[in-house]
């Protein structure tokens, strides 16, 4: 239960904002009745076009949160469950840092080290990660002269989060309790 606001875990955290968000968003004057329509995906994503994994691998994953991160049926399967906590930001992080690792132009990394800082690492950023003061610190100083590394501490801050919090959720929950049925 949450209650006062310093000691707020992470979850109550993360929910408060997600409500503050929504909530500024619904107290906005609609410039028309279509704004009022608020998208909710009754369906959640289906796993990407790949099989289902073999029982053996889909256990691993309980043990292994880089070998779920790896299949692509594991990493939908886990960013769906996220979603229906909507906690999914660390993830999204995650995967930009990744995609982030491969470019190779500098000034399309310094566009992209920008853009993944503004909506996951700055304070009050729309999908704010979870992140220590240090780590943020050390991730703004990184940018000044962006690199490959630049997101690397923050990164593994929250694969190390992932691996603590969201894996176990994961494997106690109905999306995958059904892979391995």
Sequence with gaps: MCKGLAALPHSCLERAKEIKIKLGILLQKPDSAVDLVIPYNEKPEKPAKTQKPLLDE?????????KLLQNNYGLASFKNFLKSE?????????????DYKKIKS???MAEKAKEIYEEFIQTEAPKE????HFTKDIT???LVQPSLSSFEVAQKRIHAL???DSLPRFVRSEFYQ???K
């Design 178 to 180: 059904e892979l391995i």
């Design 86 to 98: 909507f906690s999914e930001e660390n993830l999204e992080f995650w995967i930009a840092c990744e």
């Design 162 to 164: 992932m691996e603590k």
């Design 140 to 142: 703004l100083k990184n």
């Design 58 to 66: 889909a256990l691993q994953w309980r043990d292994s949160l880089d």
């Design 129 to 132: 990660v979870n992140i220590d």
């Design 106 to 108: 500098p000034d399309k």
